[in-house]
């Protein structure tokens, strides 16, 4: 008889999740030494480039215990970084107990606290492991009073590991085993499995991940997905090794894919209830809390022609990661796209890095923004994420911004440039606290704005990489806020258009005009690129003119020849000026988007 145990690892970014899976796929006899590489469920190149973990991915895994009993472990690997932690949450929905992850030298970090409540509130059985026990600065015994103060966990019940060379491994299946609960569910109660995820297949349609809380599904079932009311006949099921297995059935407790000619992309929601058809459950399973994006940016793709295929990409890169949002969206300089809402800044540079590998997309992203929140003189409440859309400033009584609360992790020496860069960001309420001895954890409260931009590029800069950087949201807080404009040859340009804080007003314009001045190719005539709040003008650059030389061919003679054909000159480059248009290259939009330093 074969059991069942469905587990997750959870843990701060580079604690070590996605090696111990490695380690754990070998120890189990998936993968030949031969076949072997790091990152074995990091399917994408962004993840292995990167050395981050942005999908959770399942692998089932056999296993024999000491006892002699054999098992199936059916391991979710999910993300670190803060703004992944929706595809946590997904993966934490199916199962029943956790790894929790804790770095030996680094100790207990932010994201390690917020896995640990996201696993309390699914009532998960947790396990401390603390990984790096073969590094130097490993301080065990100090990572176990951690465990204990600060999380609340028994620390005799942590596991000591290292993923890097295997050692300790064997304790943490026997454990898997031992402490996680077996899956609850009922194979005679009608079918209820739940969507956590979803790819889609050119060949085969939209390839759906479930668990199987309730009930059985084999091939040929015709099932229900009842949030979209649409009935579909299931061509296979199986479960997921390094490739997908096909298998007879998928019954309760179980983890797996189902197959079923799902054509339309549109028709498979993440957090839905598979049914049978015949036989349904009357009530749906409880999906998943709605995501809140924090950053927003407007998405073209960069011939208007492509407009209809960039659709259809962004249709199916939704199936994959259900955390973006986006709505119908126009410019008169970029033409058609849509506005997009991330969970942060390194979701967004995935989310454009993806669109052009995996779906070969050529797309132009407007300066990213944040959520506003106006009120205005007749008491009416406005929320705005889209420059194009900022309301009359006569009319605004109170304007809002997002505040996070950042928590800056750095080594001792770079406290005072940290400080310098926080406080430049109108960051305010210092606090500091000493994890371990040599390290300091700086905590700011700062607009979210000032945070998306460069900040952690910067950070990363003067802290020589060694600086972590997490943040929570803390709510609106009142703030002086513009609408900055930006003018080419007197017209605006609506994609360029910002909402600033108007002290950083100018700064900010006179960075842009400069950016584009280095940008747009020169004309016959002079353009003007002006920073604009309402009617006052408050920074300009100027690309002076290409000039042809029309004294080239007046040989010798009266000054009065030359004179003459110099007031033409000047005179038809006045009329070109009032009539001649501006192109602005598709590279001037990217180039605003950067720092000086860049």
Not at 4 to 25: C, E, M, P, V, W
Not at 82 to 92: C, G, I, K, P, T
Not at 129 to 156: M, R, Y
Not at 313 to 320: F, G
């Amino acid at each position: 008889m074969i059991e069942y145990r469905n587990f997750s690892i959870i843990a701060h970014i580079d604690h070590g999740k996605s090696t111990l899976s490695d380690r754990l796929i070998q120890a189990t006899g998936m993968v030949q030494d031969k076949d072997f590489h790091d990152q074995l469920l990091d399917s994408m190149d962004i993840e292995r480039e990167r050395g981050i973990t942005i999908k959770s991915n399942t692998i089932c895994l056999p296993y024999t215990a000491r006892d002699g009993k054999l098992y199936r472990l059916n391991l979710i690997d999910t993300p670190g970084h803060v703004d992944f932690s929706y595809e946590v949450s997904r993966a934490l929905a199916s199962c029943e107990g956790v790894l929790l992850l804790v770095d030996a030298s680094q100790g207990v970090e932010a994201q390690t606290l917020a896995n640990l409540y996201a696993a309390m509130e699914h009532n998960l059985e947790i396990i401390p492991v603390i990984n790096k026990i073969d590094l130097p600065s490993a301080d065990v015994i100090g990572t176990l009073a951690q465990i204990e103060t600060d999380l609340g966990l028994d620390p005799e019940r942590a596991i000591m590991c290292s993923a890097k060379t295997g050692q300790g491994v064997d304790d943490v299946l026997e454990a898997i085993v031992r402490d996680i609960p077996p899956p609850k569910g009922d194979l005679e109660q009608p079918l209820a499995a739940l969507i956590f995820d979803a790819n889609y297949d050119p060949y085969r349609g939209a390839i759906i991940s479930c668990r199987v809380v309730d009930g059985i599904v084999k091939p040929g079932d015709i099932i229900r997905l009842m949030a979209m009311a649409a009935s579909y006949k299931v061509e296979e099921v199986g479960t997921f090794g390094l490739a997908r297995l096909k298998q007879k059935s998928l019954g309760a407790g179980e983890v797996g894919y189902v197959i079923a000619g799902i054509k339309t992309v549109s028709d498979t929601r993440i957090g839905d209830t598979i049914t049978l058809h015949q036989a349904p459950r009357h009530h749906p399973l409880p999906g998943f809390q709605e995501v809140k994006p924090v950053v927003f940016s407007s998405v073209y793709p960069i011939d208007a022609d492509d407009f209809p295929t960039f659709a259809e990409a962004l249709e199916k890169y939704k199936l994959n990661d259900a955390s973006v949002i986006f709505q119908r969206d126009s410019s008169l300089a970029l033409g058609q796209g849509f506005r997009c809402g991330f969970l942060g800044l390194l979701h967004l540079e995935v989310f454009q890095e993806r669109l052009e590998r995996e779906y070969d997309q050529s797309i132009i992203m407007t300066a990213p923004s944040v959520q506003y929140r106006f009120i205005m003189k007749d008491g009416q409440e406005l929320l705005i994420d889209n420059p194009y859309y900022y309301p009359d400033p006569s009319k605004i009584e109170h304007g809002f911004e997002p505040y996070i609360k950042a928590s800056i992790l750095i080594p001792e020496r770079y406290m005072g440039p940290v400080m310098t860069l926080c406080i430049s960001r109108r960051g305010e309420n210092s606090r500091f606290s000493y994890p371990t001895p040599g390290r300091v954890e700086v905590t700011f409260d700062m607009p979210l704005a000032e945070v998306i931009f460069d900040f952690y590029d910067k950070l990363k800069s003067i802290t020589q990489g060694y600086g972590s950087f997490d943040y929570d949201m803390i709510g609106n807080r009142a703030s002086d806020l513009v609408k900055l404009d930006i003018l080419v040859n007197g017209e605006k340009v609506d994609a360029l258009s910002l909402i600033v804080y108007r002290d950083r007003a100018r700064d900010r314009a006179v960075q842009i005009c400069d950016r584009l001045k280095d940008e747009i190719p020169r004309q016959m005539f002079k353009i003007a690129i002006q920073g604009a709040i309402g009617g006052k003008i408050i920074s300009r650059s100027t690309i002076s003119a290409l000039r042809k030389d029309v004294l080239a061919k007046c040989y010798g003679g009266d000054i009065t020849r030359k004179r003459k054909l110099l007031e033409k000159q000047a005179k038809g480059k006045k009329k070109m000026k009032m009539i001649g248009s501006v192109m602005i290259p598709q590279k001037a939009f990217v180039a605003v988007l950067k720092s000086k330093d860049d």
